[in-house]
């Protein structure tokens, strides 16, 4: 395929394009009949158990994507990412997140350079700084130990760490070493996040991390001025320099907001914000919270699945598989969404990080060429822990749309509980939920074809409810068994859902690694600043918008005339 050719236009889009006539035909309650089949839908790696026959696809079916796979030159694109080639063509970047959890020892190349020594050395310097205000050998301006943290950031410089904290949270030898210590994150620029942040700690046993790839997202800049104050009004301005540090890529404007360039921890324009939780991003915040032992185990679970990645062959490679399997269900079956499902509490900002890897990055509309596409990409990624979604939106998964599911489920549990008198323990509980949520999304009512309606009617169910309580199954899902939930495998986890993305983008033709369409909004709200700014002060009328928007500003400008315009500062006081 020349590179700017469509993906679609080659004869393996077509193929699959007419092999969904053929799999229409199938029921997943048949497919689900041949062990053969299942058996090898089953793929194992490094204690992962993932089993994907519960997905509409044939064997051949798989044989196709594999075509798909090489026609779409996959196997080259992702060597081309472990070799630091700038494929973020649109920003002249390479995409080197693997980089950053890569052995001491390994050589990663970038530009003639390798990057390994360089991520190495901030993650020493991390140890080292973690360890020091851990071990009270660094102290706030007041001389007192700095226990809790909050963490000031946006976007991929949020989500990724208060995923990784929250599954950790619960971890038996992670909440160990967090014993006395607080982590949270100031992310929403809406005031009513600082006040819940700040409730309860004390400017003098807190330390403030500042994270901003660019240092310049308006949110986040705020947000870092807010504590500040918070930390200057109550200590004095001397004392931002013990208790405020920043993690970022643009070192020059840390050092202009006021915080010690020796206190600052980069990272580099070659890691993408969604993808950069393994960098200082995630890795400062989460090793004063646990130490930095742990968040390497989490270092270590990505990068084993990173090898994987890039050595396994494609009827093995976890991510190649799931990435596929996902533009089957998109481009070919037409479902648009994907429900992420955790069987694990522990696991409940999964979906929250996940919707920003894959949809920022997938969510294109033209190829990397700049092509306009002439079929979507990307999907809609939500989710809940179960078994609480089960008792919210699972309704529209069995009856309504359909909507391929990912259950994640974990052998061991974090916390497991036995009561004396129960059947079963609390976690085999919540597992008979995991296993049987997908055959009931596969089966429907009857496992039989021939138990239709009118075996509902044999079973004296009244008419007026035979069609309300008839499941039609055939709805796809693909099930993610992990042996337990430790800082190793939640590493694991994050990498199949990243490379899972990149392999989508991969297949598409896109550029998943930017973000153009996040731009236009930003700018739009920079003039609706303005003009507020503008009427507040000077009393200047709205203008430059469409009546619509004229009138809404106006309203909030009117409704709010009692803000006082000047004021002195102003902190919350809950
Ligand atoms: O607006 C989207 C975005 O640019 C994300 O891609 C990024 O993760 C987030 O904002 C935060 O950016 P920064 O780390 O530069 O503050």
Aim: proline letters at 5%; one cysteine or more.
């Amino acid at each position: 395929m020349a590179s700017s050719a469509l993906i679609s236009d080659t004869q393996s889009w077509k193929d699959l394009r007419a092999h969904v006539e053929e799999i229409n035909k199938t029921h997943l309650r048949d497919l689900l009949n041949h062990t053969d089949r299942c058996q090898s839908m089953m793929v194992e790696f490094d204690g992962i158990l993932i089993d994907y026959s519960r997905q509409r696809a044939t064997l051949d079916t798989l044989k196709k994507l594999f075509n798909l796979a090489e026609a779409a030159h996959v196997k080259e694109k992702i060597i081309r990412m472990f070799n630091g080639e700038h494929i973020n063509s649109t920003e002249n970047r390479p995409v080197l997140h693997v980089a950053l959890r890569a052995p001491r020892d390994a050589v990663i190349n970038s530009d003639g350079k390798n990057v390994v020594p360089e991520v190495w050395h901030v993650l020493d310097k991390i140890r080292d700084f973690s360890e020091r205000v851990r071990s009270g050998s660094w102290v706030g301006a007041t001389g007192k130990a700095l226990k809790d943290v909050v963490a000031v950031g946006i976007g991929g410089s949020f989500l990724g760490p208060l995923f990784v904290h929250t599954a950790l949270q619960t971890e038996a030898e992670a909440s160990e070493c967090a014993r006395g210590r607080q982590l949270r994150f100031l992310a929403n620029v809406d005031p009513i996040d600082v006040a819940r942040n700040i409730t309860g700690l004390n400017p003098e046993t807190t330390l403030v991390v500042v994270v901003s790839k660019t240092f310049t997202t308006a949110e986040t800049m705020l947000n870092a001025r807010t504590m500040r104050e918070w930390i200057s009004s109550a200590l004095g301005p001397q004392a931002v320099a013990k208790h405020m540090v920043a993690v970022s890529t643009n070192l020059k404007l840390v050092e202009q907001f006021g915080i010690d360039p020796n206190n600052a921890f980069a990272f580099w324009d070659w890691v993408g914000g969604r993808f950069s939780v393994c960098s200082a991003v995630g890795v400062l915040p989460l090793s004063l919270q646990y130490g930095f032992s742990i968040v390497e185990k989490f270092l270590k679970g990505a990068s084993s699945v990173d090898q994987h990645f890039l050595s396994a062959p494609f009827e093995k490679n976890i991510p190649v598989l799931l990435g596929l399997l996902s533009v089957w269900n998109v481009s070919f079956l037409g479902y648009p969404a994907r429900a992420i499902l955790p069987y694990s509490q522990a696991l409940e900002k999964l979906a929250p990080h996940i919707q920003q890897v894959s949809m920022e990055s997938n969510g294109k509309g033209v190829s990397i060429d700049g092509v306009p596409l002439p079929y979507q990409t990307g999907e809609i990624d939500f989710g809940e822990p179960g078994t609480n979604g089960q008792h919210s939106f699972y309704q529209l998964i069995h009856q309504g749309r359909v909507i391929p599911c990912d259950f994640i489920g974990v052998v061991k549990s974090q916390q497991p509980i036995y009561l004396k008198d129960e059947v079963v323990n609390n976690h085999d509980e919540l597992m008979s939920n995991f296993f049987a949520q997908p055959d009931a999304l596969a089966y429907g009512k009857y496992q039989l074809s021939s138990q239709t309606p009118e075996q509902l009617r044999k079973e004296n169910i009244p008419e007026h409810l035979v069609s309300h309580k008839t499941f039609s199954g055939n709805r796809p899902s693909l099930s993610i068994l992990l042996p337990s939930l430790t800082a190793y495998n939640i590493g694991q986890l994050l990498a199949i859902y990243e490379h899972r993305v990149a392999v989508q983008g991969f297949v598409w033709g896109i550029n998943s690694f930017d973000q153009w369409g996040v731009e236009l909004g930003k700018s739009l709200a920079t003039q609706v600043r303005k003009q507020l700014h503008a009427s507040r002060k000077k009393g200047e009328s709205v203008e430059g918008f469409n009546f619509s928007t004229k009138m809404l500003i106006t309203r909030y400008l009117e409704a709010s005339a009692d803000v006082p315009s000047d004021p002195s500062t102003l902190l919350p006081n809950i």
